[in-house]
């Protein structure tokens, strides 16, 4: 009998213990979902500014079509916090330079958004072969003045890219008059924009009924610009440390053609791999000139590269190398 009111004694205690252990866990998970909760609500009930500029245009907000696509990008581009993260890292390190060619060409900063709905600062070709960070056409290219052939591909680099996409981007303007209208353009061509101007009789970007594409395309950028003007706003609390650096590199002009890339990386203290990092447009294994190259070596290699070579120094390659360093 004593052994029955033990086992019935040590029943109710384990019961109560285990009851006492799951109320703790549940009060911490309903603590953690009430938290979430709080987050989310906070994040994803996004209040429009009363007033929006976009290179330096004043967005028709109080349209409601106008104000609800706008809110309809932000939310996206909220909503897909790791994709926008990512983003946000990126730019730290190519925004800076692209700032400084806009304002070399007296064009609005905004279009530097322009550059995340074409490729988020990646170096990615479209199914119908518009190419790099600024998704360019060959034919573009080629009119524009950039190199494009087996070896070399200039749509590929950054830079050049950024200035073919503001000389385009001043061309627009001469024609419409608008920069959003411009801005919109480079998604459906100068063409396309001025015969759906034309056959609507309108003269808005904000008044055209056009495909969704290009419907969406200049309200992403100006999700992105609200985004980036008010990171903390929708908890994108990144620390500097956090950011993409630019990286320094030594800038070599070459004057002669290079039969080898990979031995000639080799000699340069880097391998094939970071000199096709550092410069993108590269294509192959060879580099034929007819006129003098440009070519970026970074001056930090990191310390797993394997730089095993017996083919010299740079001095090996006498007087077809100069040298400058840059920042980046």
Partial sequence: MKALQNSVILLLFLGLLAYTVFDKIKGKENTQIDSQLRYESEVFNIELPSEF??????????????????????????????????????????????????????????????????????????????????????????????????????????????????????????????????AASYNLGITGTERRLREQKVNSYYDLDINSETARYVFKAMAFKEIFTNPDKYKFNLKDSQKYKIEATREIQISESIDNLVDFALVQGINYKLLVRHNPWIKGKTLTVDKPVTLKIPLIVPTSVDLTSELGTPDNLGDSLEEEMVGG
């Fill in 53 to 182: 500029i976009f290179c330096g245009e004043k967005v028709p907000l109080k349209e409601p079509d106008v104000s609800e696509k706008l809110d309809r990008e932000i939310h996206e581009n909220v909503f897909h916090y790791a994709n926008t993260n990512l983003i946000l890292k990126r730019a730290n390190r190519w925004f800076p330079k692209m700032e400084k060619i806009f304002e070399s060409y007296g064009l609005p900063e905004d279009l530097k958004y322009l550059v995340i709905i074409e490729s988020a600062f990646s170096n990615v070709v479209s199914p119908v072969g518009a190419t790099g960070f600024w998704q360019i056409m060959e034919t573009t290219g080629k009119e524009f003045g950039l190199v494009i052939n087996e070896e070399i591909d200039e749509r590929y680099d950054p830079i050049k890219s950024t200035h073919v996409a503001c000389k385009y981007f001043k061309q627009a303007y001469k024609k419409f008059g608008s920069w959003t209208l411009a």
